[in-house]
C-alpha cells in the first residue's frame, strides 16, 4: 500500500518508538481527519495488532483488516454524535471504561478521536484525568484540523504529529475556486460581487454533495431497529456537517491567503516569491492598484468577519453575499 510521502515519514518515526518501547501515550495529530491525518490514525492503530513477519504495518492481514474495518474490539472510535453538537461526556465515560477493562486480545487498546476539537469542555476535563493517569499499553490518538480548538491541558498531554503537505494538497481545489472567484468576475460593481459569491455559492454547492455521497459509500451506517435507524441517521449527518465545515474553513483560509496577496502588493512588497498565488500575479497588481493599504487590510477584516459568521451559523449564502459586496463597495 502505498502512502503519501508526509504519511510515511509520519508513521516512521512512530514506528520506530514503537519498536523501541518509547511510544508516547497520547499523540495529537494535525490534519484533515478524512485526509492524511486520519489515514495515518489507523496505520498507526494497525501497526499495535498487525501480525505481519515484515514492516508493520502491512495492511493486508487479518487485523490489519478488522482494524481498518473498525471492527477490532480493543480499538474505540470516538466521533461528534449528532449535528453541530460536540463529542459527548457520555462517550468520554464509555472511553474510560473501555481503557480500564483488560483488552480482549491481552495486548494493546487504542483510543482515536476524529475530530477531537468537537470535544466540549466537559469531556474534555473528563478525557484530561485519564490521560494524566494513562493506564498501561494504552494509545490515544487524537485528530484535528484545528489543534488551537482544543483544551491546551490536553494539548499539552500530547505529542504532536504535524501533516502540514495534507492541508495543502487537500485545499488545491479550493484555491482554484478563489482564484476563479476573485478573476473570474472582473470589475468593483455589484453585479460583479454577486456574480462572485454565486461562483462560491456554486461550487460549495457541489463540494456537500461529493461529501454526502462520499459518506454514503464510506458505510458503516446499516442498522435494523428504529432506534439504531436513528442514531445511524446522526452520526451521517454530523459526519457531513463537520467535513463540510472543514472545507469552508479552508475556502476562507484561501481567501484570507489571496487578500494578503493583495496587501503586500499594495505595500511594494509582493514580488513574486513572496506571494501564495504567484501563477496570479498580475491580476493581483491590478487589483492592488485600485487599493490604499488602508482598505487591502479592512478587506482582509471583511473575510475574517466572514469566517466568524459562518462560524456562528449564519446562513452561508447571506454571509458570503454581503461579504462580497463589502469588499468590492467604493468608501
Ligand atoms: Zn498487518
Redesign the pocket.
Known sequence: MSLKPEIEQALALLRHSFVFGRLAHAYLIAGAPRGAAGVLAQRVV?ML????PGE??????????QVAAHAHPDVVWVEPQKRSRGILMAQIEAVQEHVNLTSFEGGWKAVVFLNADRLNPQASNRLLKTLEEPPDKCLFLLVTDQPAALLPTVVSRCQRVVLAAEALTAGAELRAIVVDAMTGVEGRSLVAAVGRSRKVLGFLKQARAEIEKAVDESGNTEANASEELKAAKEIREARIESLYKEALAELFRWLVLWQRDVLLQVAGAGGPAALEFPDQAQAIQRQAAALTYRRALDNINTIEDMRWQVAQNLPVPMVLERGFIRLTAEH
Open positions: 494497525e495488532y498487525c501480525t505481519a508493520r504495518p502491512c495492511g493486508q492481514c487479518a487485523k490489519c483488516r
